[in-house]
């Protein structure tokens, strides 16, 4: 079993949809978990990050953690076109390596 | 645009060659980390370098190497190279500052074809 499991794509989606993006850990260690975002052709960027349990919300955008179930999401409220990228979650460990899902592929249609 | 460099953008290359990657932190930030992309295995952590010294290793072959020079730009050297190494080749950086999650800042990547 790797890691870190992310639900597979690709996912597309019309404009103002919501959208629910996950991954499962099996690693009790995890402390912070991140959502990173790639554009194509792109290196990937920090969209937000948790420590804790319950939610947390940037604009458009709210990460959850469930740290009993292991699991964690994103959510990203009235999509929109320039949110077409692809999603990774990611969990920093041991000198802040990160270990990645395989990322989603999200394209939101106009 | 994350302040992270990489040359050269592309490489097309040969089974058995060998090539080095190159990478340029941000500005101040000490910690360099280097990751393999490819679409059966996604972003993989390969090797860590902080201030010029070997910090922590993930899924790096024998056949891959690295260091970090006293300007803190950093290198990866891939040699014996086979078609499965295409792939793509991030760099990031971060100011690795204890007890806070360590923001990675990538680069745009290296895309390596092993032809």
């Known amino acids: 079993q790797k890691e870190v499991e992310q639900d597979p794509g690709p996912l597309s989606v019309p404009e103002g949809a919501i959208v629910s993006l996950n991954c499962t850990y099996s690693?009790?260690?995890?402390?912070?978990f991140m959502w990173y975002r790639q554009y194509s052709r792109k290196g990937p960027e920090l969209l937000m990050y948790t420590y804790s349990s319950g939610n947390k919300e940037d604009g458009r955008f709210t990460a959850q953690v469930d740290k009993s179930s292991k699991y964690i999401s994103l959510f990203i409220r009235d999509s929109q076109p320039s949110d077409s990228a692809t999603y990774l979650c990611a969990m920093p460990g041991a000198n802040s390596k990160l270990t990645f899902g395989k990322g989603i592929t999200l394209s939101v249609r106009p | 645009d994350s302040g992270v460099t990489q040359t050269p953008k592309h490489l097309i290359t040969a089974t058995g060659q060998r090539v080095t990657l190159r990478c340029s932190p941000r500005?101040?930030?000490?910690?360099v980390y280097w990751y393999q992309q490819s679409l059966d295995q996604g972003l993989q952590f390969l090797i860590q370098y902080y201030n010029g010294e070997e910090r922590a290793k993930g899924n790096i072959l024998e056949r891959f190497s690295a260091q970090q020079f006293p300007d803190l730009h950093s290198e990866l050297n891939l040699s014996s190279l086979e078609l499965g190494d295409s792939a793509l080749y991030f760099c990031a950086s971060s100011p690795y500052l204890r007890g806070t999650p360590d923001t990675q800042y990538f680069g745009p990547g290296t895309r390596l074809t092993v032809l």
């Open positions: 690693n009790s260690a995890f402390q912070y």
């Open positions: 500005s101040g930030d000490l910690s």
